[in-house]
């Protein structure tokens, strides 16, 4: 099974966002790595650095001298293969859980909720899947092989959109959000969807996108790399139900694997039957005294990034940046307004209708939290601001449409 993230269009695109304009190196001890040195010391970074969702490796021979080489996130689980070493030693630091869904567990998508789920949860998943396909014309599609790239910007550009504002709401910050990194994951994503190796897996409310997942394929296993919905369909759990469609899609097409890859979070502990690690490796020449001092130094270093992720420094930390990031064009928020539901059509003669995308987007979550509640399709809902009173919005349901 090829690693898509030591493919040489992962390799190339990331040298070009990441690379510093650095030659990127290969070494005779490594058969599949290729490295990129640190600015001061000679400590060598692998190519991708934090940027892949896992990778494996080979060491076919020794004459490290005294460099020190630094692998990121190499998956402790059986679906790695581990690293020979020949005459040389590695330290290994762990630092994030990863999770996955092994779907060979299972005999099909039935098998898999029945056995995963309780059934009071799968009763929800249907409940929740009817209200919101009652309410909005929703349908799922998996973008691979071909896609045109304005169609491909466009949905990268609502992508982005949906992100910011799903964490402007959480009040951190997000790595993928920065400048830099989007723009790499947006042209990496294109170049290996062209090759069938990736895929843009889109939950559309008619020809909105209000789910994004972005995924690396690597023979039959999914890699989750992004993902995201629009909080704004949150009472009816559209992460769940995106996600619901795409283990359905990934059963479809024979995918043996679902990896949600690296970082702790609620949903990846609910969906994945298979928990594991991410380490990063240190290889040193343990007769060298300066590298197995710089070996030494780099371990103690993500030793204590990791204790203080277990203390959660790193949380309080998104949290400030957020604050602060320059750049992050926050999604425009009103709270100071109130919405009004009315029952009869004599009650809004004197108000003015309005067009819910055309600057109204901080009514719609309540709007569609009325509508779960109402099941009404949202070809129903007219909405309506008064001419007197600033900020008193009215939402009519025409039962009779």
């Known amino acids: 099974m090829e690693n898509p993230f030591k493919s040489e269009p992962f390799i190339s ?3 070009k966002h ?31 650095s934090t940027n892949t969702k896992g990778v494996d490796y080979t060491i076919v021979g020794g004459g490290l001298g005294n460099k020190v080489f630094l692998v990121y996130d190499v998956p402790d689980n059986d679906c790695i293969s581990p690293p020979t070493v020949t005459g040389l030693k590695i330290i290994k630091t762990q630092q994030y859980p990863g999770f ?20 009071k949860t799968r009763y929800k998943f249907k409940t929740n899947k009817k209200r919101l396909e009652s309410c909005f014309s929703i349908q799922h599609k ?21 992100l910011l504002k799903r964490f402007d709401n959480k009040k951190i910050s997000n790595n993928n959000l920065d400048s830099k990194e989007w723009e790499f994951y947006k042209e990496l994503g294109y170049q290996l969807i062209l090759k069938n190796e990736a895929g843009l897996f889109v ?35 559209l992460g769940s139900i995106s996600l619901n469609a795409l283990v359905e899609w990934c059963f479809n097409h024979q995918m043996n694997h679902l990896d949600f890859s690296k970082g702790l979070f609620d949903y990846k502990e609910r969906w994945s039957n298979q928990q594991y690690h991410f380490d990063y ?28 992720r277990k203390k959660e420094v790193n949380t309080y930390f998104h949290k400030l940046t957020h604050k602060f990031r320059i ?30 995308d055309k600057g109204y987007d901080f009514l719609k979550k309540p709007i569609y939290d009325l509508l779960y509640n109402k099941q009404k399709p949202i070809g129903h809902a007219q909405v309506y601001r008064s001419p007197e009173q600033q900020n008193h919005y009215y939402l009519r349901l025409d039962f009779h449409q």
């Open 327 to 356: 750049g992050h064009l926050r999604s425009e928020k009103k709270t100071d307004f109130k919405l009004i539901y009315v029952d009869n059509a004599e009650k809004v003669d004197h108000l003015l209708p309005i067009d819910l």
């Open 18 to 48: 990441f690379g510093h304009e650095k030659d990127i190196l290969s070494f005779s001890c490594f058969s599949d790595l290729r490295f990129l040195k640190t600015k001061f010391l000679p400590i060598y970074i692998n190519a991708g």
């Open 203 to 237: 939950t559309y409310n008619g020809k909105t996108p209000i789910a994004l997942s972005l995924l690396c394929f690597a023979g039959q296993r999914a890699i989750d790399v992004i993902r995201v919905f629009d909080i704004d369909f949150a009472k009816f759990r």
């Open 100 to 119: 996955l869904i092994d779907l060979t567990k299972f005999s099909g998508f039935d098998d898999f909720l029945v056995k995963q789920f309780s059934k």
């Open 281 to 308: 490796h240190i290889i040193y020449n343990p007769k060298k005294i300066i590298s197995i001092t710089l070996a030494a130094f780099v371990k103690n270093y993500f030793d204590l990034k990791q204790f203080l």
């Open 142 to 162: 998996m973008h691979s092989n071909a896609i045109d790239k304005k169609e491909y910007d466009a949905l990268f550009s609502c992508f982005k959109k949906l």
């Open 13 to 15: 695109i990331w040298a």
